[in-house]
């Protein structure tokens, strides 16, 4: 019996490395050994100018679009989010999908259900 232990525990142990071996060798990357020698270029910063005055809302497509959120702890941040989205005339509607289903979330904002 004490043989048997230390030699069930290796034959998993070589079983593992044969699987993470087989695995390796049919889903690995092919492109290693061509990035391998190949050296890492620093990134390029493109100078785009100032922005800070440009107006970057959409001025087409009033009431098209969908803002989907995914809620699961921040309630607070994502009544900012919210509150920040609903002056834009873009949004038709703002959807959340709230994955903490011990936490119910409904209030109205003039007149239409939200957070």
């Known amino acids: 019996m004490r043989v048997l232990i230390p030699l069930a525990a290796l034959t998993l142990w070589l079983l593992y490395l044969l699987t993470a071996l087989v695995f390796r060798l049919a889903f690995g990357s092919r492109d290693h050994r061509y990035f391998a ?3 890492i ?3 390029t910063w ?5 922005i800070t005055d440009l ?4 001025t087409e497509g009033a009431n098209m679009m969908t803002a989907v959120l ?3 702890s921040r309630l607070d941040s994502l009544k900012d989010i919210v ?13 959340i999908w709230n994955n903490k289903v011990d936490v119910h979330i409904e209030e109205k904002v003039n007149g239409a259900h939200s957070l």
């Open 37 to 39: 020698n190949q050296p």
């Open 41 to 43: 270029q620093p990134p």
């Open 83 to 95: 509150e920040h989205l609903c002056p834009h005339i873009m949004f038709k509607e703002i959807m």
């Open 55 to 58: 107006d970057l809302r959409p």
């Open 46 to 50: 493109v100078d785009r100018g100032d």
């Open 70 to 72: 995914l809620n699961w």
